[in-house]
Every structure is written in C-alpha cells, then in structure tokens.
C-alpha cells in the first residue's frame, strides 16, 4: 500500500504565499509522477501543478507566472510553491501520485491525499 501525506495549508492573506508538501510512503520502486489537484466548491477537481520523473513540469493556466513545483525522489515528496495567491485559489488541495510498488508484487500504484483546505482572505 502506499499513502501520501499532505502538509501546510490553512488561512492565507490574498497577495501572501502557499507551500505545499505532500510525501509518499510505502513499498516504492519509482514515482512516475506527483502532483497537486484542487477542488473549490461546486466546481469539479482541476489540476494545478505535476512533475513528472524527468521534470517535466504541468501546470494550470490560472497559477502559471505565480507557482512552481518541485520533488525530491530521495524522500518521496513534492513540494508546491504559489504565490500572489488570490480569493480564487481557495478550494481543497490533493496531492497525487503515481508510480511502481516492489512488494507484495511488482504492480502500478496510484494514490490521494486526504487533502488539504486553504481559505485566501481578503
């Protein structure tokens, strides 16, 4: 099994800064990708950042100029970086992952976050 923990998070000031961290756990062989998704309500989840192994990094047309995600496979974990945050970018924030596990057998793996609120004021 493999888990992701979501870190940081939580009531920003409009115009402040956000780091969000997230770290996989388990049997991992390689993570193909990480990435942060982000759910506001009554809208569907959208993807705001991923790094791929290479990475290669995507990102949503509403965050580009403002963030920047990054991984360190050592650790199993991503960290994303967004700033001049606005009202819009409240929502719920997901990390998510994907890759190979060893154990119990060679096999795909992919994983949420439980996710984390951020809540931008005015």
């Known amino acids: 099994q493999v888990e992701v923990v979501e870190s940081g998070g939580g009531l920003v000031q409009a115009g402040g800064s956000l780091r969000l961290s997230c770290e996989a756990s388990?049997?991992?062989?390689?993570?193909?990708?990480m990435g942060w998704y982000r759910q506001a309500p009554g809208k569907q989840r959208e993807l705001v950042a991923a790094?791929?192994?290479?990475?290669?990094?995507s990102y949503a047309d509403s965050v580009k100029g403002r963030i920047a995600i990054s991984r360190d496979d050592a650790t199993n974990t991503a960290e994303l970086h967004l700033d001049r945050l606005k009202q819009e970018d409240t929502a719920v924030y997901y990390c998510?992952?994907?890759?190979?596990?060893?154990?119990?057998?060679?096999?795909?793996?992919?994983?949420w976050g439980q996710g984390t609120q951020v809540t931008v004021s005015s």
């Open positions: 790094i791929g192994e290479s990475g290669s990094t």
């Open positions: 388990g049997h991992i062989l390689r993570i193909n990708s």
């Open positions: 998510h992952a994907d890759g190979t596990i060893w154990a119990p057998d060679v096999r795909r793996f992919e994983v």
